[in-house]
């Protein structure tokens, strides 16, 4: 849910008029005036998303001059956007904030047409790999990676997933930056310095710019093995770096 409270008064109003609408006692509003608009501008996204669902199901079966589906789509599309940032746990802008809901987030993003998907899911990774919050980044990158394999499944049910056609390179990065993220964690953790800029692609959006020589990447996290293990070694936890390896 929403987890808002909507102002009583107001929303009995509107529900009460939404309720007159489905039922065909007067003309259904559009979403940008109705109670749609009502809800999705005080955040309540999921709201909105159901209710409009249920008017258009409601405004095919009932009599009207005319319905306008390229509206109510762009309408969709937004509410989509809204709830696509809010369960990558930020914003288009790349702020971060709030928990990821990788679910949801994987649900709305396979929902949205392709290039504003990868845009908003683009827009999530910067700030949590500059705010170093690597288990965030892993998060994301199993998002994007869900979103664009062709056999993912939902584990309770083994049902597979529609997802993105023709992306199994962004995936393959996607599962790259996740392996990747699991050893910045580990060597944050264990208190070595380094910079996540230096082991090459971490945004996994799979632009040609992002392309690094293989050489100077392996040699630089080759370089961060024997600070990780002495420290390992004095706390030992060596089985963490075997965990890492395998």
Same mark, same amino acid.
């Given at each position: 849910g929403d987890g808002l409270l909507l102002p009583p008064r107001e929303a009995l109003t509107r529900g009460i008029d939404y309720c007159k609408q489905s039922m065909g006692l007067q003309v259904m509003d559009g979403p940008s005036v109705g109670i749609e608009a009502f809800v999705s501008n005080r955040g309540a996204q999921s709201l909105a998303l159901r209710i409009l669902s249920h008017s258009i199901m409601m405004q095919m079966s009932i009599r009207q001059a005319e319905v306008s589906f390229e509206m109510l789509e762009d309408y969709n599309e937004g509410i989509?956007?809204?709830?696509?940032?809010?369960?990558?746990?930020?914003?288009?802008? #790349? /702020?971060? !904030?709030?928990?990821?809901? +990788?679910?949801?987030?994987?649900?709305?993003?396979?929902?949205?047409?392709?290039?504003? @998907?990868?845009?908003?899911?683009? $827009? !999530? =990774?910067? %700030? @949590? /790999?500059? %705010?170093?919050?690597?288990?965030?980044?892993?998060?994301? @990158? %199993? /998002? #994007?990676?869900? @979103?664009? !394999? +062709?056999? &993912?499944?939902?584990? &309770?049910?083994?049902?597979? /997933?529609?997802?993105? +056609?023709?992306? $199994?390179?962004?995936?393959?990065?996607?599962? $790259?930056?996740?392996?990747?993220?699991?050893?910045?964690?580990? =060597?944050e953790r264990h208190n070595v310095q380094f910079d996540p800029n230096r082991f090459g692609t971490v945004s996994g959006t799979g632009s040609k710019k992002e392309k690094t020589k293989e050489n100077p990447e392996e040699s630089y996290v080759a370089s961060m093995i024997p600070a990780l293990i002495s420290s390992l070694f004095r706390r030992e936890e060596l089985e963490d770096v075997l965990v890492l390896l395998n």
């Open positions: 989509e956007l809204s709830l696509v940032e809010r369960y990558l746990g930020g914003t288009g802008n #790349g /702020i971060t !904030s709030g928990v990821v809901d +990788s679910q949801l987030a994987v649900v709305h993003l396979l929902g949205l047409p392709l290039k504003l @998907a990868f845009k908003v899911y683009r $827009s !999530s =990774l910067p %700030t @949590a /790999i500059n %705010t170093r919050d690597f288990q965030r980044v892993v998060t994301l @990158a %199993t /998002i #994007g990676k869900v @979103a664009g !394999s +062709s056999d &993912s499944v939902f584990p &309770s049910t083994g049902a597979k /997933i529609g997802n993105w +056609s023709r992306q $199994s390179k962004f995936a393959q990065q996607c599962e $790259s930056l996740a392996t990747k993220a699991n050893w910045w964690d580990a =060597l």
